[in-house]
């Protein structure tokens, strides 16, 4: 059961300008939301969290955006660079249990010099 | 200080094979989770230890187990190998449960069932 959606394969931007990639969640249990980052041949990283009392996290170039009532959330990066360029995976959870915790497909991202 | 080690790297077996994967964690992290990744279905939760013990599993079949060892260490297991087996199994650690921002995940070990 896909409880936790990024519908965009792949996203391809300019270097300097906004990327932006979103995730959909069907399970209003979750309650913290994640974004991990992977490069070819490494595990993911952790980059950015929010929890479902907030609405806005923000980590240097680095926001994610929380809507609850349209269960969506999106990570801005703004400016976008090269180094960027990996998949990124969105996860949710209840109450940041690994046991609970679902991840989106991932969408490639690509910033062009 | 090392990062998560997984060995081996790649993996070719048959179908109705058997294998084992090991993982070491971040020195000092005690918890162990394991995850497999196929496309189009993301990263999918398959157990997690914690000092030896088995705390949370995934909706995997029994043919997927995992064990833990003193030192923290973890190998997970796959009996009768089928087609759908194919994916990279990554392993993440942390210093103790329920702490997934300060998840530490392996390179992943490549498994590809023929």
């Known amino acids: 059961d896909q409880q936790v959606k990024q519908n965009s394969p792949s996203l391809s931007v300019q270097e300097g300008r906004i990327s932006i990639l979103n995730c959909d969640y069907t399970?209003?249990?979750?309650?913290?939301f994640l974004w991990y980052k992977k490069y070819p041949a490494e595990g993911p990283t952790f980059l950015i969290s929010?929890?479902?009392?907030?609405d806005k996290n923000e980590d240097g170039r680095f926001t994610v955006f929380l809507n609850k009532s349209a269960k969506h959330l999106s990570l801005h990066i703004v400016p976008s660079q090269p180094g960027d360029s990996a998949v990124y995976f969105c996860?949710?959870?209840?109450?940041?249990?690994?046991?609970?915790?679902?991840f989106g497909a991932g969408t490639r991202l690509t910033v062009k010099p | 200080k090392a990062g998560v080690t997984q060995t081996p790297r790649y993996l070719i077996k048959t179908r109705g094979q058997q294998v084992t994967l090991s993982c070491s964690p971040i020195?000092?992290?005690?918890?162990v989770s394991w995850y497999q990744q196929t496309p189009g279905q993301g990263l999918q939760f398959l157990f997690e230890?914690?000092?030896?013990?088995?705390?949370n599993k995934g909706n995997f079949p029994g043919r997927f187990s995992g064990r833990q060892f003193s030192n923290s260490r973890s190998e997970m297991n796959v009996s009768t190998l089928e087609l759908g087996d194919s994916a990279l199994y990554l392993c993440?650690?942390?210093?103790?449960?329920?702490?997934?921002?300060?998840?530490?995940f392996g390179p992943g070990t490549r498994l590809t069932v023929l």
């Open positions: 993440a650690s942390t210093l103790a449960p329920a702490y997934s921002d300060t998840q530490y």
């Open positions: 399970n209003s249990m979750f309650d913290y």
């Open positions: 929010i929890s479902s009392i907030k």
């Open positions: 996860a949710a959870s209840v109450g940041g249990n690994n046991n609970d915790m679902r």
């Open positions: 020195s000092g992290h005690r918890s």
């Open positions: 230890y914690f000092s030896e013990t088995q705390r």
